[in-house]
């Protein structure tokens, strides 16, 4: 499965951004969605998780409120819509994606098998 996350730009603290997460599969329907990021000189974190068999939604603490993941009526496409940004949100952003997580998993980014490659947020104060 490859995955691509785009949408990603340069943003005035308070803005919005919407991401995607594309796949060559034919769909992610079975597949719980994750979306980590990783800002320069730090480690990548967990930012939020769609899971599949029960349309379960988890966001880290830090964006809890702001983003929102969501899947699209397209069945190989998954969103975070990234409301009111601040200059913390700045860094690449990954799309993740497995088929067997459970939800203690969710929120490690190394029980993920498939990645993406990045888009770059950057959200300026």
């Known amino acids: 499965v490859q995955l691509q996350a785009s949408g990603g730009g340069l943003v005035q603290a308070g803005g919005s951004l919407r991401l995607s997460c594309t796949t060559s599969?034919?769909?992610?329907?079975?597949?719980?969605v994750g979306w980590f990021r990783q800002a320069p000189g730090k480690e990548r974190e967990f930012v939020a998780a769609?899971?599949?068999?029960?349309?379960?939604?988890y966001y880290a603490d830090s964006v809890k409120g702001r983003f929102t993941i969501s899947r699209g009526n397209a069945k190989n496409m998954v969103y975070l819509q990234m409301n009111n940004l601040k200059p913390e949100d700045t860094g690449v952003y990954f799309c993740?994606?497995?088929?067997?997580?459970?939800?203690?998993?969710?929120?490690?980014?190394?029980?993920?098998?498939?990645w993406g490659q990045g888009t770059q947020v950057t959200v300026s104060s």
């Open positions: 599969a034919r769909t992610l329907s079975r597949y719980t």
């Open positions: 993740a994606a497995d088929a067997r997580l459970i939800s203690s998993s969710i929120r490690f980014g190394s029980e993920y098998d498939f």
């Open positions: 769609s899971k599949w068999n029960n349309g379960g939604t």
